[in-house]
T-cell receptor
């Protein structure tokens, strides 16, 4: 079975501090990986995605993630967070299951940026 | 473009009543997805369509749930009869192209409360 594990359900940080949100996946085949962000009372929107090529992926709002095949990880990082980054972040893996293609999401990590 | 549109944004109903959630995908998108988000189970895919045809409904919890897509610009998710355990936020998303690598665009969600 293929799944996504987000190791931290909540991450509090202070404004301008660096942050890393961890994501591990389990898969025996090639994967496509995504990070989505959900601001309060809104739908999810794409931050970044890894399909192939460079293992360091840059996304919107200064976020980046690194694909590490040997550690089956896809951690999200930002060197300096803002109050406006307070949101829930979801890691997802795209896979083929039973002949159909779908995104499987992790349980999410709530990032709270404090002044 | 207005993005994915969902209605209603909030729905409160009593157990046993029929509930219909509506979704208008982004024009030109050929995939449409219905998700359910709860604290316990996270974000789950219920069903998805390609060119208005249901491809995978394995996530639909039981026969009380049904989804239709009569045309490229409209889809419904119906629950009949509703139960308190159906209380959740329901998201509709759409994408263009072969689903596995493409970005999904989410609507703002419908928060359903079944009393």
């Amino acid at each position: 079975a293929q799944s996504v594990t987000q190791l931290d359900s909540q991450v509090p940080v202070f404004e301008e501090a660096p942050v890393e949100l961890r994501c591990n996946y389990s898969s025996s085949v090639s994967v496509y990986l995504f990070w989505y962000v959900q601001y309060p009372n809104q739908g999810l929107q794409l931050l970044l995605k890894y399909l192939s090529g460079s293992t360091l992926v840059k996304g919107i709002n200064g976020f980046e993630a690194e694909f590490n095949k040997s550690q089956t990880s896809f951690h999200l990082r930002k060197p300096s967070v803002h109050i406006s980054d307070t949101a829930e972040y979801f890691c997802a893996v795209s896979l083929t299951q039973g002949g159909s293609e779908k995104l499987v999401f992790g349980k999410g990590t709530k990032l709270t940026v404090n002044p | 473009d207005a993005g994915v549109i969902q209605s209603p944004r909030h729905e409160v109903t009593e157990m046993g009543q029929e509930v219909t959630l509506r979704c208008k995908p982004i024009s030109g998108h050929d995939y449409l997805f219905w998700y359910r988000q709860t604290m316990m189970r996270g974000l789950e895919l219920l069903i998805y369509f390609n060119n208005n045809v249901p491809i995978d409904d394995s996530g639909m919890p039981e026969d009380r749930f049904s989804a239709k897509m009569p045309n490229a610009s409209f889809s419904t998710l119906k629950i009949q009869p509703s139960e308190p355990r159906d209380s959740a936020v329901y998201f509709c998303a759409s994408s263009f192209g072969r689903g596995r690598t493409d970005t999904q665009y989410f609507g703002p969600g419908t928060r359903l409360t079944v009393l």
